[in-house]
């Protein structure tokens, strides 16, 4: 079965104060590490804003990416060949994200699941707030964080998107659908980079693997 990837790099990074996917991280830019990542791919697509010209390690097509990150994801899945059985998602800023990862999310798929995540245990204590005041504590036994790369029956993910809906990440629409997503074992090194301070956290988690 055919596995092709699509990293999505068409972000503005607000928080961060700059598109952080295109800056350097311990000698390589963020994306470059990103597309690294799923380099086991039988093809891989990159969504990059409008105005970007693509320099990175060869690739088998870019796409210009949308407003939203699941507008993005969809501008992917146009390049992708309908003969890609499995189609696996990765943020440009999880520049972090271990080879293995992706072997874990693909084989999660071909085993049967619908889509499958890296998923990490939280340590901090999780709260629902509504105007500054606690409504609940979740329990965290039962919780984790979602990374990428997730990696998703190719037909399951494409009718997901189909509604052209928004979310944070492409297992939450396979969710909605109704489809089975498993959680494989995520890293906690493969954050994402959001704030201007992950970057110099990146670089040191680099400089210690
Ligand atoms: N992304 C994208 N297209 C968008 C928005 C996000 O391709 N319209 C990508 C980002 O480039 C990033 C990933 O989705 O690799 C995760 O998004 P996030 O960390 O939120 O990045 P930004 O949207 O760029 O940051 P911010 O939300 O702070 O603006
Ligand atoms: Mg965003």
Do not use: Y
């Not at 830019?29 to 010209?53: H, K, M, N, T, Y």
């Not at 146009?78 to 084989?107: K, Q, T, Y």
């Not at 984790?144 to 494409?158: C, G, H, I, Y």
């Amino acid at each position: 079965m055919k596995v092709w990837a699509i990293v999505v790099a068409a972000g503005r990074g607000e928080r961060f104060g700059a598109p952080k996917q295109f800056l350097e991280l311990a000698g390589r830019r963020v994306v470059d590490r990103a597309v690294d990542a799923v380099a086991a791919a039988d093809g891989i697509v990159v969504a990059l804003p409008d105005e970007v010209s693509w320099d990175g390690p060869e690739v088998a097509a870019t796409v210009v990416g949308g407003a939203t990150r699941s507008e993005s994801v969809r501008a992917g899945l146009e390049a992708c060949p309908a003969d890609a059985g499995i189609l696996v998602v990765h943020d440009a800023a999880r520049a972090l994200a271990p080879p293995r990862l992706f072997d874990r999310v693909v084989a999660a798929v071909v085993a049967g699941a619908d889509g499958a995540v890296p998923g990490v245990v939280l340590s901090d204590t999780v709260k629902r707030v509504a105007g500054g005041v606690v409504t609940e504590t979740l329990d965290r036994a039962d919780l984790v964080a979602s990374q990428t790369p997730q990696a998703f029956r190719a037909p399951v993910l494409r009718a997901a998107h189909a509604p052209e809906p928004g979310a944070t990440d492409d297992a939450a629409l396979v969710e909605a659908a109704g489809g089975t997503i498993m959680v494989v074992q995520g890293d906690p090194v493969n954050m994402k980079l959001t704030t201007e301070s992950d970057l110099a956290v990146a670089g040191a988690l680099l400089r210690l693997r």
